[in-house]
Antibody
Framework: EVQVSESGGGLVQPGGSLRLSCAASGFIFYNHAMNWVRQAPGKGLEWVSAIGGSGDTTYYADSVKGRFTISRDNSKKTLYLHMNSLRAEDTAIYYC????????????WGQGTLVTVSS | EIVLTQSPATLSLSPGQGATLSCRASQSVSGYLAWYQQKPGQAPRLLIYDASNRATGIPARFSGSGSGTDFTLTISSLEPEDFAVYYCQQRSNWPLTFGPGTKVDIK
């Protein structure tokens, strides 16, 4: 059974940093792209970043480019999102999502981790 | 960036009725469109990908159609568990983008 589980969210001040993690199981992790998708409170979904199976290719939304870095450790079956220079508008639930069956879609999701940027 | 527009914003229906949700893209996405369902407090769930392919475990009452710029999600007969928010998403171009969602609520 495919499972992904996020951790690392919390309260951080504007300008601060945070690292999210996503532990994966139930599939061949290094074979598949992984993604981060976020949802601000009461709002819709926003794709944040994607990374290829080997980690060599990465993509970012313009809203986070230059501030966020996606990475993965295939030996640990873990996906990361390093977030710097955080802003109030980054406040959201951050979901980790796989692209296993459907390339560049999001077929399995974690339950999300809440990031709150506030002073 | 490809902008996705969904209509209507809200659809008020009764269980047993059919639902038709629309998603329009600002430029052609070919057939590269997906639909997701999200219930309150839950993560989204993939329903349909590549416009018309049902994801694993999705009931046959959900179907998708369309290509180019105009797409439709049809729910043939609403079950109580189908009342939720539905999002479309394109994978034709980076950045990947979502529509704003259609809320299907109980009339």
């Amino acid at each position: 059974e495919v499972q992904v589980s996020e951790s690392g969210g919390g309260l951080v001040q504007p300008g601060g940093s945070l690292r999210l993690s996503c532990a994966a199981s139930g599939f061949i992790f290094y074979n598949h792209a992984m993604n981060w998708v976020r949802q601000a409170p009461g709002k819709g979904l926003e794709w944040v970043s994607a990374i290829g199976g080997s980690g060599d290719t990465t993509y970012y939304a313009d809203s986070v480019k230059g501030r966020f870095t996606i990475s993965r450790d295939n030996s640990k079956k873990t996906l990361y999102l390093h977030m710097n220079s955080l802003r109030a508008e980054d406040t959201a639930i951050y979901y980790c999502a796989t692209s296993i069956v459907a390339v560049r879609y999001f077929d399995y999701w974690g339950q999300g981790t809440l990031v709150t940027v506030s002073s | 960036e490809i902008v996705l527009t969904q209509s209507p914003a809200t659809l008020s229906l009764s269980p047993g009725q059919g639902a038709t949700l629309s998603c329009r893209a600002s430029q052609s996405v070919s057939g590269y469109l997906a639909w997701y369902q999200q219930k309150p407090g839950q993560a989204p769930r993939l329903l349909i990908y590549d416009a018309s392919n049902r994801a694993t475990g999705i009931p046959a009452r959900f179907s998708g159609s369309g290509s180019g710029t105009d797409f439709t999600l049809t729910i043939s007969s609403l079950e109580p568990e189908d009342f939720a928010v539905y999002y479309c998403q394109q994978r034709s171009n980076w950045p990947l983008t979502f529509g704003p969602g259609t809320k299907v609520d109980i009339k």
